[in-house]
């Protein structure tokens, strides 16, 4: 196969059956569940490890922009493009974004779309597949892979396989074309699946070309064409990302990809896969793919068990003791934990819901909340005080900016930081402070080639983050 593999990857989901270790403003994806690496990472290791492959095009939802930039540096992948949604519109019009993006070039772009979010075993057989899948799209397919099933899994669409699409270059795989979607079925059907053979896993990755792709997505959805288009055309640039039309993408209607197009069009097709294939939608697959112990018990950090069998315990910050339990999953982090029987991961979203109807924002952020200069971190609070720990990135600064109902006291532990307040400089170095009045101009700095580290004291009426108005800002933020 001569053609150059397109690498689009999927990054807008929230991961919301893993709560609450993944939450909004730091979803699933971004999180080193499997390995050290983040899933992010491996799906951009996995794609651009193929051959003749190009650099990836990644859409992302914008809130999430530098820290997706922030791990493709970390492992020296340099995207071809990253765009940012504004608002959620689904997977068909996020892939029409990446395909807009490819014809403008070379309509025949080769796409292979991938979650950010999944997990795979065996590399060679995944390129085989993709190998596979490549050739039936230079034959105008739109191809899927079907995950061979091993058990009747009730969380996943099945595929029902028809005939077999003879290749121009034949591969040790045979594509199929597609007979039959079917959703999430019962226990009883999916093993009626399992035991009459032909049916496999629906899993959410793709291959097919930018122009075959847009041709079916305008004969069945019109609308989603449409408005993909404008948004595209009407983009911006924006600080290395690409940001469609707002207006035009909010306007877009949101469906996903099976829906908008698989399901629909005559060109259909699906490989067999047999990759070590898991989409991680919950914490009972995580325990399912993970390496256990004698007692089918999967753990990760300070951890002590007794008399616990077939259980997964995760702990960010504590000692975590479990003891005469069977299929719990318990997970700690710094402001929220986690007990429930394995079979009641669906019930998640109860406890998510919970956080949003009662103004919380555990569902939301960590205490840890990365910006792109850096992080903070909450220590205390209480009336008209909050104590936090601020790490700035060598070389870089936090907006210039001002507060109306705040006075802030900062004190360094390590680094060096440049402070700027009403246009007068000054450097303070460890154990050097300086207080900044409420309603004064000032920035925060680091010039030094270490990470700073400093105590920040604020007091006042009202110390929300909202209470900051903007002057200047090296990340294109607004107040």
Same mark, same amino acid.
């Given at each position: 196969?001569?053609?150059?593999?397109?690498?689009?990857?999927? +990054?807008?989901?929230?991961?919301?059956?893993?709560?609450?270790?993944?939450?909004?403003?730091?979803?699933?994806?971004?999180?080193?569940?499997?390995?050290?690496?983040?899933?992010?990472?491996?799906?951009?290791?996995?794609?651009?490890?193929?051959?003749?492959?190009?650099?990836?095009?990644?859409?992302?939802?914008?809130?999430?922009?530098?820290?997706?930039?922030?791990?493709?540096?970390?492992? $020296?992948?340099?995207?071809?493009?990253?765009?940012?949604?504004?608002?959620?519109?689904?997977?068909?019009?996020?892939?029409?974004? =990446?395909?807009?993006?490819?014809?403008?070039?070379?309509?025949?772009?080769?796409?292979?779309?991938?979650?950010?979010?999944?997990?795979?075993?065996?590399?060679?057989?995944?390129?085989?597949?993709?190998?596979?899948?490549?050739?039936?799209?230079?034959?105008?397919?739109?191809?899927?892979?079907?995950?061979?099933?091993?058990?009747?899994?009730?969380?996943?669409?099945?595929?029902?396989?028809?005939?077999?699409?003879?290749?121009?270059?034949?591969?040790?795989?045979?594509?199929?074309?597609?007979?039959?979607?079917?959703?999430?079925? $019962?226990?009883?059907?999916?093993?009626?699946?399992?035991?009459?053979?032909?049916?496999?896993?629906?899993?959410?990755?793709?291959?097919?070309?930018?122009?075959?792709?847009?041709?079916?997505?305008?004969?069945?959805?019109?609308?989603?064409?449409?408005?993909?288009?404008?948004?595209?055309?009407?983009?911006? =640039?924006?600080?290395?990302?690409?940001?469609?039309?707002? +207006?035009?993408?909010?306007?877009?209607?949101?469906?996903?990809?099976?829906?908008?197009?698989?399901?629909?069009?005559?060109?259909? =097709?699906?490989?067999?896969?047999?990759?070590?294939?898991?989409?991680?939608?919950?914490?009972?697959?995580?325990?399912?793919?993970?390496?256990?112990?004698?007692?089918?018990?999967?753990?990760?950090? $300070?951890?002590?068990?007794?008399?616990?069998?077939?259980?997964?315990?995760?702990?960010?910050?504590?000692?975590?003791?479990?003891?005469?339990?069977?299929?719990?999953?318990?997970?700690?982090?710094?402001?929220?934990?986690?007990?429930?029987?394995?079979?009641?991961?669906?019930?998640?979203?109860?406890?998510?819901?919970?956080?949003?109807?009662?103004?919380?924002?555990?569902?939301?952020?960590?205490?840890?909340?990365?910006?792109?200069?850096?992080?903070?971190?909450?220590?205390?609070?209480?009336?008209?005080?909050?104590?936090?720990?601020?790490?700035?990135?060598?070389?870089?600064?936090?907006?210039?900016?001002?507060?109306?109902?705040?006075?802030?006291?900062?004190?360094?532990?390590?680094?060096?930081?440049?402070?700027?307040?009403?246009?007068?400089?000054?450097?303070?170095?460890?154990?050097?402070?300086?207080?900044?009045?409420?309603?004064?101009?000032?920035?925060?700095?680091?010039?030094?080639?270490?990470?700073?580290?400093?105590?920040?004291?604020?007091?006042?009426?009202?110390?929300?983050?909202?209470?900051?108005?903007?002057?200047?800002?090296?990340?294109?933020?607004?107040?």
């Amino acid at each position: 196969m001569q053609t150059y593999i397109h690498p689009v990857i999927l +990054s807008g989901g929230s991961g919301t059956r893993l709560w609450p270790l993944s939450r909004a403003a730091y979803p699933k994806q971004l999180l080193s569940l499997v390995d050290k690496e983040t899933m992010l990472q491996a799906t951009l290791a996995r794609a651009t490890s193929l051959p003749r492959t190009q650099a990836p095009i990644l859409v992302c939802n914008s809130e999430h922009r530098f820290l997706i930039r922030e791990q493709c540096e970390a492992i $020296d992948i340099t995207p071809a493009a990253i765009y940012l949604e504004s608002v959620g519109r689904n997977t068909a019009p996020a892939i029409a974004l =990446a395909a807009f993006h490819l014809a403008q070039t070379d309509e025949n772009a080769m796409m292979l779309v991938l979650p950010a979010d999944h997990v795979i075993d065996d590399q060679a057989a995944f390129a085989e597949a993709v190998k596979t899948a490549a050739h039936a799209a230079q034959q105008d397919y739109l191809v899927t892979f079907g995950v061979v099933p091993h058990a009747p899994e009730t969380g996943y669409g099945y595929i029902k396989a028809g005939e077999a699409i003879p290749l121009a270059t034949p591969t040790s795989l045979i594509p199929c074309r597609v007979q039959s979607f079917y959703e999430k079925p $019962d226990r009883d059907t999916a093993e009626a699946y399992l035991k009459e053979g032909g049916y496999s896993w629906n899993s959410g990755m793709f291959v097919f070309t930018a122009k075959r792709y847009l041709q079916e997505l305008r004969r069945h959805r019109p609308d989603i064409f449409a408005a993909v288009q404008k948004a595209w055309q009407e983009r911006t =640039a924006d600080i290395g990302f690409i940001r469609p039309c707002e +207006s035009a993408f909010f306007a877009c209607p949101s469906d996903s990809i099976d829906y908008a197009v698989m399901q629909n069009t005559e060109q259909a =097709a699906v490989v067999p896969a047999q990759f070590g294939w898991s989409d991680v939608g919950s914490w009972d697959s995580l325990w399912g793919i993970a390496p256990k112990d004698k007692n089918g018990n999967v753990t990760s950090g $300070d951890v002590y068990l007794a008399d616990t069998k077939n259980s997964y315990i995760r702990t960010e910050n504590r000692l975590v003791s479990v003891i005469g339990l069977e299929d719990v999953v318990v997970i700690e982090t710094a402001d929220a934990v986690l007990v429930m029987h394995k079979s009641k991961a669906q019930l998640i979203k109860n406890a998510v819901q919970h956080c949003k109807t009662n103004d919380r924002k555990e569902h939301l952020e960590h205490p840890r909340v990365h910006r792109p200069w850096g992080w903070y971190e909450g220590i205390d609070q209480g009336e008209r005080f909050q104590v936090k720990r601020i790490m700035v990135k060598p070389g870089e600064k936090l907006s210039l900016q001002m507060h109306h109902h705040r006075a802030e006291h900062w004190i360094v532990v390590s680094g060096t930081a440049k402070v700027t307040v009403d246009g007068k400089e000054i450097l303070l170095t460890e154990n050097q402070s300086t207080y900044i009045s409420l309603g004064h101009v000032h920035r925060l700095e680091n010039p030094g080639k270490i990470p700073l580290h400093l105590i920040e004291v604020q007091s006042g009426s009202y110390l929300g983050e909202d209470d900051i108005v903007r002057f200047e800002d090296n990340y294109g933020r607004t107040s």
